[in-house]
């Protein structure tokens, strides 16, 4: 795989920015149905995990959050710290905008363009970058959780807890701390396997059913259509819809769609155990590129690599499509996912 900096940062917040779906994810497909928690939480785990899936669009809301992320390149150890402010509205609207980048140091340029394009990805930072349970039965199944203590965070007292997955001997995984009466995330931390920190989200100004001003509200740009089977789905696509065949342990399929995008058709699936989520999309290759490939006789499988704190996007060119997988998953992960493709 080749590491193309600047050309891999943009399409790898372009592609974010394709992840986010309007609305949450929706109704599964019928193959795949995810599991759902039936009769309640099981005993010793808080009744208020119940309110945490949707408390970030249930809940209105306007504060500014610190985001700080780590990971190592092949030139050393990389960071970002930056602040943003984010309000929601209580009935599914939401907002995420960047304030400032306190590391690294940047020029006024380099400054403006990191704003454009966090701002290009918002639908992808409210929903899916931050820890949260995002089904509640995949959740039950995957994940161990304890109760740990409380913290105040933002004026606020909430519940502090610590996730892992269950039955993987690795040290804590997920630190949050859980406000009680909403069910909102007001920090996590995130540690790798040497229990390094490598992401942090935490609001330092909170405000809770607060008088919202006039708002610039997120517009969803990628809406979908659930993908359909057999030969409807190949139409639907305009080429054989692919999939992944093996993934982490504890994901399952809950959304298949196709979008458009750049005049492009889009199959979006996406993938979750409960707290991480995994996006794979597929898209014909243009006709130019084929006829280029053909001509100068250039290897069909081409690969552009791109990691930001957890998460790594990878764009596969194939022979007649394109391949891309996103999510938090390291190099061998990666590739494990991307040979199942079929």
């Known amino acids: 795989m080749k590491r193309v900096l600047l050309c891999a940062a943009l399409l790898f917040h372009a592609l974010l920015g394709a992840c986010?779906?309007?609305?949450?994810?929706?109704?599964?497909?019928?193959?795949?149905?995810?599991a759902a928690l039936t009769g309640g939480l099981p005993p010793g785990l808080p009744s208020f995990l119940a309110l945490v899936p949707n408390a970030?669009?249930?809940?209105?809301?306007?504060?500014i959050r610190r985001a700080e992320f780590h990971w190592q390149t092949e030139t050393g150890e990389q960071a970002l710290i930056q602040l943003e402010r984010v309000a929601a509205d209580g009935r599914g609207r939401f907002l995420v905008d960047p304030l400032s980048v306190q590391e690294p140091t940047l020029t006024t340029e380099q400054a403006d363009l990191h704003s454009l394009l966090q701002k290009n990805r918002e639908g992808f930072l409210y929903r899916w970058r931050d820890f949260r349970i995002r089904n509640l039965g995949l959740?039950?199944?995957?994940?161990?959780?304890?109760?740990?203590g409380e913290q105040q965070v933002a004026g606020r007292t909430g519940v502090v807890v610590e996730v892992r997955h269950q039955g993987v001997a690795q040290p804590l995984r997920y630190r949050a701390v859980i406000d009680p009466p909403t069910g909102l995330v007001l920090r996590h931390d995130e540690?790798?396997?040497?229990?390094?920190?490598?992401?942090?989200?935490?609001?330092?100004e909170l405000a809770v059913n607060p008088v919202l001003p006039?708002?610039?509200?997120?517009?969803?740009?990628?809406?979908?259509?659930?993908l359909q089977m057999g030969a409807a789905g190949t139409?639907?696509?305009?080429?054989?819809?692919?999939?992944?065949?093996?993934?982490?342990?504890?994901?399952?399929?809950?959304t298949s769609e196709v979008f458009?995008?750049?005049?492009?058709?889009?199959?979006?699936?996406?993938?979750?155990?409960?707290?991480?989520?995994l996006f794979f999309l597929q898209a014909v290759r243009p006709q130019a590129e084929r006829e280029q490939l053909s001509v100068h006789g250039e290897p069909?499988?081409?690969?552009?690599?791109?990691?930001?704190?957890?998460?790594v996007a990878c764009d596969f060119g194939r022979q007649h499509d394109k391949v891309m997988v996103i999510g938090r998953l390291d190099d061998a992960g990666l590739l494990h996912v991307l040979r199942s493709i079929r």
């Open 20 to 34: 986010a779906p309007n609305g949450e994810v929706g109704t599964p497909t019928p193959s795949a149905a995810p």
């Open 56 to 63: 970030h669009l249930n809940t209105p809301l306007m504060g």
């Open 139 to 148: 959740f039950v199944q995957n994940w161990q959780l304890a109760v740990v």
């Open 191 to 204: 540690y790798d396997a040497d229990q390094k920190r490598i992401a942090s989200v935490s609001f330092e």
């Open 214 to 226: 006039e708002l610039a509200w997120h517009a969803a740009r990628f809406e979908g259509d659930e």
């Open 235 to 254: 139409a639907q696509l305009g080429l054989q819809p692919s999939a992944p065949q093996v993934m982490p342990e504890g994901y399952q399929l809950e």
């Open 260 to 277: 458009e995008a750049g005049g492009t058709r889009w199959l979006r699936r996406v993938y979750g155990d409960g707290v991480d989520v």
């Open 300 to 311: 069909a499988r081409r690969a552009l690599m791109y990691r930001a704190g957890p998460w």
